[in-house]
C-alpha cells in the first residue's frame, strides 16, 4: 500500500513541475506576442478594432521624427477569410516590418493586398517591407501616385524621411504601387470589396479614399485630419478638399478613418475638419472681398477659429492655410 502511495506521489510532484515549467514558458511568451510597440515617449501602438474585421493602428500626431521613427499615420487593415488587406503601412522600411508585427499578433495570415491613399512618403513607404514579406501582395494606388512614386519624387520622399528621423530610416527604398485605380472602381480581395472615390486635386492631385463595403469602412487618407492641421502643399487644392468632405458625408459610412488622429463617426472624425475649412474658406473670402492683406485675414480667422488652435502643427500650418486659401480665391476671380 504504501509503494502506491509513494508512486502516486512521485507522480504529483512530476505533474505538477510540468505545469510549473509550461506556465513559466507561458508568462514569459505571452508579452512577446502581446504587447504593443513602445515609442518611448510617445506612448504604446497596436491594432484596435473599430469594425467587424477591421483594424486601425492610430500614429503619433507629431511630424516624422527620430523619436517615432517616422511613424506617424493610421495603418489599417481588413482581416478576410485567407489573409489581410493593408491600407497605408507607413513612413519607413522600419516601420513597415513594425507594422508587418502588429499584424501577426492580430493573425498569422499573410497580406494579400495594399492600398496606397497618396504619395506622402509618410503613408506608403512601408511598402518595402511588405514587398519583402509577401512578394505576391498587389500594390493599389491612383494612377497618378504609380507615376510620381516611380518618378524622382519618390527618392524625394526617401530623403526627406532620411532627414526628417536623423538616420532612422536608413535603408527605406521606393516600392512603387504596381496596380491603378480610380473612381468607381470596385475591388474584390478574397470576397471583401472596397470600392474607391477619387476627386482631385484635393490633398494632393494623388488621392484615392478607400471604402470597405462590407463594413461600412471609410479610409480617407489625409482629406481628414483629427486633432491635427495637415498641410497643403503645391499639388493641393483646399476647394477641392471641401468637395470631397461635402461627398464623404452623402455615403452611408459606419466609421471613418482619417490619415492622422481617432477614428469614428462623421462628428467626430471628419466634421470638425470640414468646419474648420468651410469657416476658412468663408473668413479668406470676405477679407478678400474687402481688399485685406493675407496677414490681416490670418489675425481675424485666429480670432474666429479659437477651436483649431490646439491642434498638432497649428502654429507652422494655420497661416500657410490662409495664404493659400486666399491665392485659390484669387484665382478663382481672375
Request: aromatic share 10%.
Amino acid at each position: 500500500m504504501r509503494y502506491w502511495v509513494i508512486l502516486v506521489a512521485l507522480y504529483m510532484i512530476n505533474w505538477c513541475v510540468c505545469v510549473m515549467k509550461n506556465l513559466v514558458l507561458l508568462l514569459i511568451l505571452v508579452p512577446l506576442y502581446s504587447q504593443a510597440w513602445v515609442l518611448p515617449g510617445l506612448g504604446d501602438y497596436c491594432f484596435e478594432a473599430v469594425n467587424d474585421g477591421v483594424y486601425i493602428m492610430h500614429g503619433p500626431l507629431q511630424e516624422p521624427s527620430k523619436q517615432n521613427q517616422g511613424f506617424m499615420n493610421n495603418p489599417g487593415i481588413v482581416v478576410t477569410k485567407n489573409g489581410v488587406v493593408l491600407i497605408d503601412p507607413g513612413g519607413t522600411y522600419q516601420v513597415g516590418k513594425q507594422v508587418l508585427a502588429e499584424i501577426r499578433k492580430i493573425t498569422p495570415k499573410p497580406v494579400l493586398s495594399v492600398f496606397n491613399s497618396h504619395i506622402h512618403g509618410d503613408h506608403w513607404l512601408g511598402n518595402q517591407a511588405v514587398r519583402e514579406a509577401y512578394p505576391q501582395a498587389l500594390i493599389y494606388a491612383h494612377p497618378n501616385m504609380i507615376a510620381q512614386a516611380s518618378s524622382g519624387i519618390g527618392k524625394d520622399w526617401i530623403n526627406i524621411m532620411q532627414r526628417m528621423t536623423e538616420g532612422a530610416s536608413k535603408g527605406t527604398k521606393v516600392v512603387a504601387p504596381d496596380k491603378a485605380v480610380q473612381q468607381g472602381d470596385e475591388i474584390v480581395v478574397d470576397g471583401q470589396r472596397f470600392r474607391i472615390h477619387s476627386f482631385d486635386p484635393a490633398h494632393t492631385d494623388t488621392d484615392v479614399l478607400v471604402e470597405h463595403v462590407d463594413s461600412k469602412t471609410l479610409f480617407m487618407g489625409d482629406n481628414s485630419f483629427n486633432g491635427r492641421m495637415g498641410r497643403f502643399d503645391a499639388s493641393s487644392n483646399m476647394h477641392g478638399s471641401i468637395k470631397v468632405l461635402n461627398y464623404v458625408k452623402t455615403l452611408d459610412i459606419k466609421t471613418f478613418i482619417p490619415g492622422h488622429g481617432q477614428s469614428g463617426k462623421f462628428d467626430i472624425a471628419v466634421k470638425p475638419f470640414m468646419d474648420y475649412l468651410n469657416s476658412l474658406q468663408k473668413i479668406v473670402k470676405q477679407g478678400f472681398e474687402q481688399e485685406l492683406e493675407d496677414y490681416e485675414i490670418k489675425e481675424v480667422a485666429a480670432k474666429q477659429l479659437q477651436a483649431c488652435k490646439d491642434w498638432h502643427g497649428y502654429d507652422e500650418q494655420f497661416g500657410k492655410h490662409v495664404f493659400k486659401m486666399y491665392l485659390e480665391i484669387q484665382a478663382s476671380e481672375l
